[in-house]
């Protein structure tokens, strides 16, 4: 989930109430897009967008122990990956098995976004140990947690702008957009059926895995 801070009062001797604030950014280049699944010859810049809050209920069975289970909700998640790729005129291109040529006189370009909140409010189930409010006293501890929340299947978008053709000596060429041209429409619907696959490899992918370990301080104040 990326950089997280945490806030948490107790409300009773078993129950924590806890909010949790969640970013982290990312940047990575030349990504080759190669595989097994059709897709070939992509090289894409991409960039990891993290952010997320929401809140939990802790609840410590044995409260001088640090065992806890906790449910909870994301009210907020804008969790996301975004990729892009210019493809340089000439050079080729695989999807659904199918190669194509980008032009050169208006060179394919490619943008992807993996969006990990298709479900933005969502709830969450973690177990964990370390309790933030130490029960015993003391001002430190050491929490970690796991679980999931579950968000809904990725959603994805993929799409293409610029001209493409079918041969590397530039003779048959279309814009993508233009899918009245064979070109244009036969690329479009390798693109469709590429990303449907790709949509079918994400739809087990129902929730999303949370893992944290962190320091924390106990003010005890209450």
Same mark, same amino acid.
């Given at each position: 989930m990326g950089v997280n801070l945490q806030v948490a009062t107790n409300l009773q001797r078993h129950l924590n109430?806890? +909010?949790?604030?969640?970013?982290?950014?990312?940047?990575?280049?030349?990504?080759?897009?190669?595989?097994?699944?059709?897709?070939?010859g992509f090289n894409l810049n991409a960039k990891v967008n993290m952010a997320a809050a929401g809140a939990?209920?802790?609840y410590y069975p044995?409260?001088?122990h640090g065992l806890r289970l906790s449910p909870g909700v994301l009210?907020?998640?804008?969790?996301?990956?975004?990729?892009?790729a210019i493809q340089a005129g000439g050079d080729s291109f695989t999807l659904n098995d199918n190669t194509y040529y980008s032009a050169t006189a208006n060179p394919?370009?490619?943008?992807?976004?993996?969006?990990?909140?298709?479900?933005?409010? +969502?709830?969450t189930s973690t177990i964990g140990w370390g309790n933030m409010i130490p029960r015993r006293g003391g001002h430190w501890s050491f929490p970690f947690e796991l679980g999931a929340a579950f968000?809904?299947?990725?959603?994805?978008?993929?799409?293409?702008?610029?001209? +493409?053709?079918?041969?590397? +000596?530039?003779t048959e060429c279309s814009d993508v957009s233009n899918t009245k041209n064979a070109v244009g429409a036969d690329v479009q619907s390798d693109l469709n059926t590429q990303v449907a696959k790709w949509k079918s490899d994400l739809d087990p992918l129902k929730v999303y895995p949370i893992f944290s370990?962190?320091?924390a301080y106990a003010f005890h104040i209450r």
């Amino acid at each position: 989930m990326g950089v997280n801070l945490q806030v948490a009062t107790n409300l009773q001797r078993h129950l924590n109430l806890r +909010a949790t604030g969640n970013v982290f950014n990312y940047t990575v280049n030349n990504i080759s897009a190669s595989g097994s699944d059709g897709t070939d010859g992509f090289n894409l810049n991409a960039k990891v967008n993290m952010a997320a809050a929401g809140a939990s209920l802790d609840y410590y069975p044995f409260p001088t122990h640090g065992l806890r289970l906790s449910p909870g909700v994301l009210f907020y998640n804008k969790n996301k990956i975004s990729a892009n790729a210019i493809q340089a005129g000439g050079d080729s291109f695989t999807l659904n098995d199918n190669t194509y040529y980008s032009a050169t006189a208006n060179p394919l370009n490619v943008t992807a976004n993996l969006g990990l909140n298709t479900h933005q409010q +969502a709830f969450t189930s973690t177990i964990g140990w370390g309790n933030m409010i130490p029960r015993r006293g003391g001002h430190w501890s050491f929490p970690f947690e796991l679980g999931a929340a579950f968000t809904g299947t990725p959603d994805l978008k993929v799409n293409l702008a610029g001209s +493409a053709c079918l041969d590397q +000596a530039q003779t048959e060429c279309s814009d993508v957009s233009n899918t009245k041209n064979a070109v244009g429409a036969d690329v479009q619907s390798d693109l469709n059926t590429q990303v449907a696959k790709w949509k079918s490899d994400l739809d087990p992918l129902k929730v999303y895995p949370i893992f944290s370990f962190g320091v924390a301080y106990a003010f005890h104040i209450r």
